[in-house]
């Protein structure tokens, strides 16, 4: 087992430099109703169902050092090519990199949504990093819950069980610091009363957060492979 805060210094030691990121793709994408997409390298967890798995264990082998003016210069010439309102930074963990994230951010024009999709670890860890995403208006943050307990959140990530707390605390970091921000859970290995358990643990936070996104498994490359081989069977509904 690892710490998932420690793992993010280690990780962000190879896939940072000052402010710039690596990133191993840039392109427009057809979910959110069509949005331009920077997909970045390197992540503090290692989920046993991800479908970014080569650049989240070998950060070192992809991709390429790109600045914050570069990312968002990228991002905003393709949501107007392609008349998108929305741009995210995905792949792997935005927040790995503070600096380089917010200065993306600075650089995203009001009429244009960005979405945040993180693990919410580091900003569970440290609430000022809410603080300074709450200076963001024309931001919305999916905070992608690993399962539906401490104990189911270690079985797939790999991480100490705490790890699930510092994501429940990023979303309410994030909801008292004004940022809009949506709870998403990956189901697919939970009981419906696990779902349950923690739909009411989320509504302590803010009762609109009962209202999760669901997340299902999506059996990508070699994720089939990989469940085989943890012995991990997706619950059927
Ligand atoms: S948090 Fe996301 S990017 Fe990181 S290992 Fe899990 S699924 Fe992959």
């Not at 331009?36 to 390429?64: I, N, Q």
């Not at 990093?129 to 024309?138: E, I, Q, R, S, W």
């Not at 697919?188 to 498994?217: G, Q, Y």
Request: aromatic share 10%; charged share 30%.
């Amino acid at each position: 087992m690892y710490d998932p805060v420690k793992r993010a210094e280690d990780v962000a030691r190879i896939v940072c430099r000052g402010d710039l990121r690596k990133y191993y793709r840039f392109r427009p994408a057809r979910f959110y109703g069509g949005i331009a997409t920077a997909d970045c390298v390197g992540c503090c967890l290692r989920c046993v169902f991800c479908w970014s798995w080569r650049e989240v264990v070998r950060p070192g082998a992809y991709g390429r050092f790109y600045s914050p003016e570069a990312v968002a210069e990228r991002l905003i010439r393709t949501a107007r090519k392609k008349g998108f309102e929305r741009v995210r930074i995905s792949g792997n963990e935005p927040s790995i990199s503070r600096e380089h994230l917010l200065k993306v951010l600075e650089r995203i024009p009001g009429d244009i949504l960005f979405i945040l999709e993180t693990n919410g670890i580091l900003i569970g860890h440290d609430e000022t990093y809410a603080v300074d995403l709450g200076k963001f208006k024309n931001l919305y943050v999916r905070v992608s819950l690993k399962g539906t307990t401490e104990e189911e959140f270690s079985v797939l990530t790999g991480a100490e069980p705490d790890g699930f707390k510092l994501q429940l605390k990023a979303i309410e970091n994030l909801y008292r610091a004004g940022v809009q921000v949506q709870p998403a859970v990956m189901v697919s290995f939970s009981s419906k009363e696990n779902i349950w358990a923690l739909r009411k643990r989320l509504a302590t936070i803010a009762p609109k957060f009962k209202d999760i996104e669901i997340e299902e498994v999506a059996l990508y490359g070699d994720v089939e492979k990989r469940l085989q081989k943890a012995k991990m069977t997706p619950t059927s509904r």
